[in-house]
C-alpha cells in the first residue's frame, strides 16, 4: 500500500465516521449529548476529518474534489436529482411534506 492508497483508506474511515454522526444525529436528536458534545458537534468533526483527509490527498497530487466550474454544474444536476427524490418520497407517504 503506499501512501495515496492509505490515505484512501482513511477517506473510508472518515467517511463512515460522518455515517456514524448523522445516523445517532437521527437516533437520538442533534442536540442529544455524548460524552459533552452533541450529536452536531461529532457531525462537524467528523466532515472536518474529511476535509483534512481531502487535503493531505490534494498534497499528494490526489485531487479528489472537480475544478470550480464543474462543481457547481454538478451541484445544480445534484440539487435536481435530490428534490425529485424528496418529491418521490413525498408521493409514497416516507417523506412529511411541508
Ligand atoms: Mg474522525
Redesign the pocket.
Known amino acids: 500500500m503506499n501512501k495515496k492508497e492509505y490515505l484512501l483508506v482513511k477517506l473510508i474511515?472518515?467517511l463512515s465516521?460522518?455515517q456514524q454522526a448523522v445516523s445517532k444525529a437521527l437516533e437520538f436528536s442533534l442536540e442529544d449529548l455524548y460524552e459533552g458534545k452533541s450529536n452536531l458537534q461529532y457531525i462537524r468533526?467528523?466532515l472536518?476529518?474529511?476535509e483534512i483527509v481531502i487535503q493531505l490527498l490534494f498534497e499528494e497530487g490526489f485531487d479528489v474534489t472537480q475544478g470550480d466550474t464543474e462543481h457547481t454544474l454538478y451541484s445544480e444536476d445534484k440539487i435536481k436529482k435530490i428534490g425529485k427524490w424528496m418529491e418521490y418520497a413525498k408521493e409514497k407517504g416516507c417523506l412529511e411534506s411541508v
Open positions: 474511515e472518515e465516521e460522518v468533526e467528523e472536518s476529518d474529511v
